[in-house]
């Protein structure tokens, strides 16, 4: 019951302090939801990765994560945006299972990919209980039927680009007192008002 409480009173404290900003961020042009609601874009150099990722083997595969927004997943403006070059020797037949939390979304063949490596994924809701989007590249990867000989002459790969792209768009911003101010004192510097500045600067603190 404490619990319940706890967040029917932060979310009433979060519509009554935007129902008392919103006259002066409207009076400045801006609006509070198109601050809340802002796509962010991490790719592979964000998470650490310098370079594109090199799979190798007859079953290579790459599991990567990145932290889901608290307020939730807008599927709808929100994807993973993937540059997956195969070797040029591999069977068109080989292929590349794409998977979210375990389940799998996708399945692409070799033969597609030589023809177009970027692939566009959509990201579905997050599932109740995770906290972090989920991806696993899984391949299946050969020349011939015989993997003994396709193994030792180093051919079997798949690369992932560096330029691969997470862009997750939460749809609803952060419903506790620090998110709900931090999604206004957030303010780009250089392209506002000193008012507005003066005035997320008051938010801020």
């Known amino acids: 019951m404490r619990k319940k409480l706890t967040k029917t009173t932060r979310s009433t404290l979060g519509n009554l302090c935007l129902r008392t900003l ?5 009076g400045f042009g801006i609006s509070p939801c198109a601050l809340a609601l802002t796509p962010q874009v991490i790719d592979l150099k964000t998470l650490g990765y310098n370079r594109s990722i090199v799979l190798r083997g007859n ?3 790459f599991e990567i994560s990145v932290p889901a927004p608290k307020g939730g997943l807008d599927s709808k403006t929100s994807f993973v945006r993937l540059h997956l070059e195969p070797s040029s020797l591999l069977n068109e037949n080989s292929s590349v299972r794409l998977v979210l939390y375990g389940e799998p979304i ?12 970027f692939v566009t994924l ?7 209980g995770e906290s972090f989007i989920n991806l696993s590249i899984q391949s299946e990867l050969f ?5 003994r000989q396709d193994l030792p002459n180093g051919n079997l790969f798949l690369k992932v680009g560096k ?21 206004f004192y957030q303010c780009p510097r250089n392209s506002v008002s ?3 500045r003066w005035l997320c600067g008051c938010i801020a603190f």
């Open 22 to 26: 919103a006259p002066f961020l409207l």
């Open 59 to 61: 079953n290579p595969e």
């Open 106 to 117: 996708k399945v692409i063949l070799v033969k597609s990919l030589q023809n177009n490596p």
């Open 122 to 128: 959509p990201l579905p809701p997050v599932p109740p």
């Open 143 to 147: 020349i011939s039927n015989d993997s």
């Open 163 to 183: 330029d691969s792209f997470f862009q997750i768009t939460p749809l609803f911003s952060d419903d506790s007192i620090e998110g709900f101010f931090k999604s």
């Open 194 to 196: 000193p008012k507005l």
